[in-house]
C-alpha cells in the first residue's frame, strides 16, 4: 500500500538557523504533495501544494520566503524553515495523493526551535 | 499488516440515519486517538481526541476507543448532509511524536 515518509521524525535547532524537513513517497510517484502544520489538539493547517517541476502555490498567511518548498522528483518534496525562530516550533506534516487513491499523510516531525 | 487500518468506503446513508466509521489498529502502544474531518480540498480538521480507553461526547459526535479489542469507532448521530466528508483516524504512541493515519473513509449523506 501507499507509504509516506518523512524525516527527521523530530529536530531541534536554535534560533536563526535553517532546517530542512524531507517528505517522500516510497511507492508511488506524486506530482503533487501537500504540507501541512499543526499545533497542539488542532486541526491541520494546510501551508502550500508542493508541484513538482514547478513553484509551490501558498496559502494566504504562508510566508513563502520562510517556507521553501521544493518537489525535486515525483518522489521527493522538502520544506526549509529558514531562520527559524521559537514561533515556528510546531508538528508539520507532509502527504501525498497516489493516482486513484485518497490521501495519504506521512508521519509527521516535530520542530523545537530554542 | 498495517499499523491502522481504515475502509476508504465510499459510505452512504441516509441523511437523520447513526453513522458508524471504524479503525483498528496492531500497535497495543498507541494511546492518543484522533478523528480529523477532511471536506473536499481542505485540511483535516481535528474532530475528536481521546486518551486511552473509554467514551468522549461532543455534541452529535461519539468517539469510543477498546484497547482490548484494538479498534476505534466514531459515531454521528442525526446525521446531516453537512457531514458529508472523509474522516480520517489517528494514532500516537505517548511520548513519541509520530502520527499515524488512517486511509480516511469516505462518508455521503444522502437527503
Known amino acids: 500500500g501507499a507509504v509516506v515518509s518523512q524525516h527527521p521524525s523530530r529536530v531541534i535547532c536554535k534560533s536563526g538557523t535553517s532546517v530542512k524537513i524531507e517528505c517522500r513517497s516510497l511507492?508511488?510517484?506524486?506530482?503533487?504533495m501537500f504540507w501541512y502544520r499543526q499545533f497542539p489538539k488542532k486541526s491541520l493547517m494546510l501551508m502550500a501544494t508542493?508541484?513538482?517541476?514547478?513553484?509551490?502555490?501558498?496559502e494566504q498567511g504562508v510566508e513563502k520566503d520562510k517556507f521553501l518548498i521544493n518537489h525535486a522528483s515525483l518522489t521527493l518534496s522538502t520544506l526549509t524553515v529558514t531562520s527559524a525562530h521559537p514561533e515556528d516550533s510546531s508538528f508539520y506534516i507532509c502527504s501525498a495523493i497516489p493516482p486513484g487513491a485518497s490521501e495519504f499523510f506521512g508521519p509527521g516531525t516535530r520542530l523545537t526551535v530554542l | 499488516q498495517k499499523e491502522v487500518e481504515q475502509d476508504p468506503g465510499p459510505l452512504s446513508v441516509p441523511e437523520g440515519a447513526i453513522v458508524s466509521l471504524n479503525c483498528t489498529y496492531s500497535?497495543?502502544?498507541?494511546?492518543?486517538f484522533m478523528w480529523y474531518r477532511q471536506y473536499s480540498r481542505k485540511g483535516p480538521e481535528l474532530l475528536m481526541y481521546t486518551y486511552s480507553s473509554g467514551n468522549k461526547e461532543d455534541g452529535r459526535f461519539t468517539a469510543q476507543v477498546d484497547k482490548s479489542s484494538k479498534y476505534i469507532s466514531l459515531f454521528i448521530r442525526d446525521s446531516q448532509p453537512s457531514d458529508s466528508a472523509t474522516y480520517l483516524c489517528a494514532m500516537s504512541v505517548k511520548g513519541d511524536d509520530k502520527i499515524i493515519f488512517g486511509k480516511g473513509t469516505r462518508l455521503h449523506i444522502l437527503p
Open positions: 508542493s508541484n513538482e517541476g514547478s513553484k509551490a502555490t501558498y
Open positions: 500497535n497495543s502502544a498507541f494511546q492518543y
Open positions: 511507492d508511488f510517484q506524486a506530482t503533487t
